[in-house]
């Protein structure tokens, strides 16, 4: 029996943090089940140092990972993907790209740890509890029995999954 490969893109707009964060967490653990993609609405074309670092920490895959445009995936021979995943609130409020397909959408949003301010110590503890709650959330995900759910179920899903610890702004937006 085959199993699904599942295509999932998570967007935030500066495709700096989280985005990454939850593509590298997502190739760790959906291995073999998910392809994992990040991009942004206004990506800012370099990594934050701190996420690469949490992310080798954390024994997490870095190599490939570049802050990238959604515009990559709407060209012709992208991947097709199945799930959309924003995980800033700036990113759930625009006006996202009418994705081929039409891929089950959710907001995920957590605080942006590469906003924090204070000493390098303080920016760690953000990057870190931003890594903690994307990897929970992405446990949860690749845990769904995907296959045996329709798509409006799964949304409703997905869309919980954005609700638990450390939600932030409007998780309700991509609904």
């Not at 993907?81 to 995980?87: A, D, E, K, L, P």
């Amino acid at each position: 029996m085959t199993v699904p490969l599942y295509n999932v893109l998570f967007l935030c707009t500066g495709n700096t943090a989280r985005s990454i964060l939850a593509e590298s967490i997502l190739r760790k653990q959906g291995k073999g089940r998910f392809m994992a993609y990040s991009a942004g609405s206004h990506p800012k074309g370099l990594v934050n140092p701190l996420t690469i670092e949490t992310l080798v920490a954390m024994d997490c895959e870095v190599a490939g990972l570049r802050s990238k445009s959604w515009d990559e995936f709407m060209l012709p021979g992208a991947p097709h993907m199945h799930f959309v995943i924003t995980v800033c609130d700036n990113a759930a409020g625009e006006v996202c790209p009418v994705w081929p397909g039409h891929p089950v959408t959710a907001h995920w949003g957590i605080a942006d740890p590469a906003a924090v301010t204070g000493d390098i110590l303080e920016k760690r503890r953000a990057f870190n509890e931003a890594y903690r709650l994307l990897n929970n959330r992405i446990a949860l995900l690749v845990n769904l029995p995907l296959a045996s759910l329709d798509k409006i179920a799964t949304a409703a899903r997905m869309r919980s999954i954005g609700e638990t610890e450390g939600a932030t702004g409007n998780f309700r937006a991509l609904k």
